[in-house]
C-alpha cells in the first residue's frame, strides 16, 4: 500500500480513472484542480485498486478527493515537504492533521451539497439571469476581488483573465434587477467526470436581501444541468447558516463535510 506522485495530469488520470469516476462528487476538488495542480497522488491497496487520490496545488496545499483514513494517516509529500494547509473531507483531513504530529488548527468547515430537484426560489427576485458578457469583466473583476476578500482569501493583483475564461465558456452568469444592472453573480466550473461545480456566488452588500443570490444561482444551476451535468454540486460555509438554508431551498442535499487546517508553527 502506497502513494505515488506525478505532475501528469494525463498519467493520473491513466492512475486513478476508476476511482474518479466511481464518485465524482466526493473527487470535485481534484477533479477541478487536476489540469492546474503541482502534484496530483493516488492511493494503491496491496491489491492495485486505487482507493485515494489529492490533488496539491500552489502554494503546496494537499486537497484530499474521496479517500480513506488510513491513507491519509500514511501520507508523505515527496521531499518531505511540510505542508502549511491542508483540506478535504473531515475525516481525512483530521486522520492526516493528527499523524503527522503537528500543532494545527480548523480554518474552515464547509460542506459539499448536490442538487436534487431543482426548486425555484419562492418568492421569485425582481429581474432577471443573462449570461455575462466580455463587456462586463471589468465589474466582474472587481466583485471577484471582493469575494475573495469576503471569505478571507489573499486576493490577487488582477482577475480580468479568471473571469474572462468563464466568461468566454459561457460559464459566468448575472442577475439583473428592474433597473437591468447587474446586481448579483455565480458561475460554475467546467463540467467534468459528469459533475460541476457552483462557485462565486457573490452580491454586493447594497443589494443583498432581495433574492438576487437566489436567483442567480438557480439560474446556473439549471444551465449546468441542462449542458450535461448529470451532478450539480456546491460548497457552503457552515459558518453561514443564511447560505446553507438557500441552497437547501433551491433543491441542494448535503453530501458530506469539509475541513480546512493551517498547520501552526511549532515554538520552541
Known amino acids: 500500500m502506497t502513494w505515488s506522485f506525478t505532475e501528469s495530469a494525463a498519467a493520473f488520470r491513466a492512475a486513478a480513472a476508476g476511482h474518479l469516476a466511481a464518485d465524482p ?8 484542480l487536476m489540469d492546474t495542480a503541482a502534484r496530483l497522488g493516488w492511493w494503491e491497496e496491496a491489491d492495485g485498486r486505487v482507493t485515494g487520490v489529492l490533488a496539491v496545488s ?11 483514513e488510513e491513507a491519509a494517516r500514511a501520507l508523505v509529500l515527496p521531499g518531505g515537504e511540510q505542508p502549511t494547509e491542508a483540506r478535504g473531507e473531515t475525516a ?3 486522520a492526516y492533521a493528527e499523524a503527522t504530529g503537528r500543532p494545527w488548527a480548523p480554518t474552515v468547515r464547509m460542506r459539499l451539497f448536490r442538487l436534487g430537484e431543482p426548486t425555484p426560489p419562492d418568492p ?5 439571469a443573462r449570461l455575462a458578457t466580455g463587456a462586463d469583466v471589468p465589474l466582474v473583476a472587481a466583485w471577484t476581488r471582493e ?32 433597473d437591468g444592472c447587474p446586481a448579483s453573480m455565480a458561475a460554475v466550473s467546467r463540467t467534468i467526470e459528469g459533475q460541476a461545480r457552483v ?11 432581495r433574492g438576487y443570490a437566489a436567483g442567480v444561482t438557480e439560474a446556473v444551476s439549471r444551465a ?45
Open 58 to 68: 500552489p502554494p503546496g496545499v494537499p486537497a484530499f478527493g474521496a479517500v480513506t
Open 224 to 268: 449546468a444541468a441542462a449542458s450535461g451535468a448529470a451532478q450539480v454540486l456546491l460548497f457552503t460555509d457552515l459558518a453561514n447558516p443564511t447560505s446553507n438554508a438557500l441552497y437547501q431551498r433551491l433543491g441542494y442535499r448535503p453530501v458530506t463535510d469539509h475541513l480546512g487546517v493551517t498547520f501552526t508553527p511549532v515554538t520552541r
Open 25 to 32: 462528487a466526493r473527487n470535485t476538488a481534484v477533479l477541478t
Open 124 to 128: 421569485a427576485p425582481a429581474g432577471r
Open 199 to 209: 462557485h462565486l456566488v457573490y452580491t454586493p452588500p447594497a443589494e443583498r436581501g
Open 92 to 94: 481525512a483531513v483530521e
Open 147 to 178: 469575494f475573495a476578500v469576503a471569505i478571507g482569501d489573499e486576493p490577487a493583483e488582477d482577475y480580468a483573465g479568471f473571469v474572462g475564461e468563464r466568461i468566454s465558456e459561457g460559464r459566468l452568469w448575472l442577475w439583473e434587477g428592474p
